[in-house]
């Protein structure tokens, strides 16, 4: 690591910088690397550390002086499934699932959150606190626990049960914020800055996009080095898309890939400013060229969506969402609740995976962008499942349908099931 760039501004800070976002105009940083080195030094045989599954094993990289402070679960390793059934409902023929429910506290966001753990201990913080939808949280009480860390979770009163129940049982502190997931952000910003504890928000925190780009490494090692057509992200405040299309940039800049794939961003109708900010854009045909974004901006919107982790009203890495849609000439697509719960059924159905409302809004988005004829439909394409089905289960019941109750009938019963 060689330091900051402001994703906003484009201003370059030090490795020493030790402030959150830029100095100048408050824009999040993207931490940099000197990769003509690091892909100098590359062993291209055996590119990252043996001995090792998880994430860590990118730690080249990675802002870390030592693996050593990671905390000890497997993050990452998630399996890339090829799902040709699902493909097939929208003429895809090589469709695959990153399934990423299937990290320990069950999403992406251990990612991050493993990551932000890593330098908490590296730098001798003792309190990590976050705002959260409630994945972030969850994650960030799981990696504490895991590692023996002090944790603070700001979380909306109305994040489901199970993301709640998740952050109690690891222990975490957990303060329940009568408000939006944005009220939430704010007070734990406040709090952080008067108290002196690692702020873990999203975005905020130039190293949570750190830990996110470790996704793309995977699918790359996963399809044996090469870079997928198309990543599809679900999205909400933009930092998982954000790092996403970082880890593919810093793939092709050490030449472990020949090209860079689309990234399109999927999200919520009711929850869609990055979309629209992305449209607007386009529309206008005045994008910028070089490192200086600050004339674009995202408007923030009232978010109401079923997809409780991609409702966010002022996405917090909005620009940085944009900016890989656009950089990597990707396309933003929406879906209405109805579709996203509909999407939960059809891809537990098709493939055996199941997943919370907001991956699904990455499904109904690619099956809305294949139908219209966006996407090529013999492109290698991968849908980005960011969280397991479990952590939100009264919206999948609304559209699993009902067992059959035996009554004292039991022919009737089995004759009900329809089928075998
Ligand atoms: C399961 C899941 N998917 C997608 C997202 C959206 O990520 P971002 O807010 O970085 O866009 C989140 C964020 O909480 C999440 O928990
Ligand atoms: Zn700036």
Not at 88 to 110: C, H, I, M, R, V
Not at 244 to 264: F, H, S, V
Request: net charge negative; proline share 5%.
């Amino acid at each position: 690591m060689i330091g900051y760039q402001c994703l906003v501004c484009g201003k370059e800070f030090a490795a020493s910088f030790d402030g959150y976002v830029c100095s100048a105009c408050g824009g999040n940083l993207d931490v940099r690397y000197d990769l003509a080195d690091i892909a100098k030094r590359l062993d291209r045989d055996a590119p990252f550390l043996g001995g090792r599954t998880d994430q860590f094993k990118y730690a080249a990289l990675m802002p870390l002086d030592s693996i050593d402070s990671a905390p000890p679960l497997r993050v990452g390793a998630t399996p890339l499934y090829p799902v040709p059934r699902l493909g097939a409902l929208a003429s895809l023929t090589n469709l695959y699932l990153k399934d990423e429910g299937l990290n320990p506290s069950q999403s992406f966001k251990d990612r991050a959150s493993a990551m932000i753990i890593a330098r908490a201990r590296e730098t001798g913080v003792r309190v990590v606190a976050g705002a959260s939808t409630g994945n972030a949280g969850s994650s960030m009480a799981c990696m504490s626990a895991a590692a023996g860390v002090s944790c603070v979770v700001f979380v909306p009163e109305t994040a489901p049960p199970a993301k709640i129940a998740q952050l109690l049982i690891y222990g975490a502190r957990v303060l329940a914020v009568r408000g939006t997931y944005d009220d939430a952000f704010d007070l734990c910003a406040r709090i952080c800055e008067e108290k002196g504890w690692f702020n873990r928000n999203t975005g905020f925190n130039p190293f949570t996009r750190e830990g996110k780009k470790t996704a793309s490494f995977e699918i790359c090692e996963q399809l044996d080095w090469h870079a997928p057509d198309r990543v599809i992200v679900p999205t909400g405040d933009g930092n998982i898309i954000s790092g996403i299309w970082k880890g593919m940039k810093d793939l092709y800049a050490i030449g472990l890939i020949d090209r860079l794939p689309r990234i399109d961003c999927a999200q919520a109708e009711g929850s869609a400013a990055v979309s629209r900010a992305i449209d607007a854009l386009r529309h206008s045909g005045d994008i910028p060229t070089g490192s200086d974004w600050s004339r674009v901006k995202v408007q923030p919107v009232q978010a109401q969506t079923c997809a409780d982790s991609i409702a966010v009203d002022d996405p917090r890495d909005g620009l940085a969402a944009v900016r890989a849609v656009i950089e990597s000439g990707g396309e933003a697509v929406t879906a209405s609740d109805a579709e996203i719960l509909d999407a939960i059924r059809e891809v537990a159905r098709h493939t055996g995976v199941f997943v919370e409302p907001s991956c699904a809004c990455a499904w109904a988005g690619l099956r809305k962008l294949a139908e219209a004829g966006r996407v090529d439909p013999d492109q290698r394409i991968v849908c980005l499942m960011t969280g397991c089905g479990l952590k939100d289960i009264q919206n999948a019941r609304k559209v699993a349908g009902d067992p059959i109750t035996i009554d004292a009938d039991l022919d009737a019963a089995l004759a009900a099931l329809n089928g075998p």
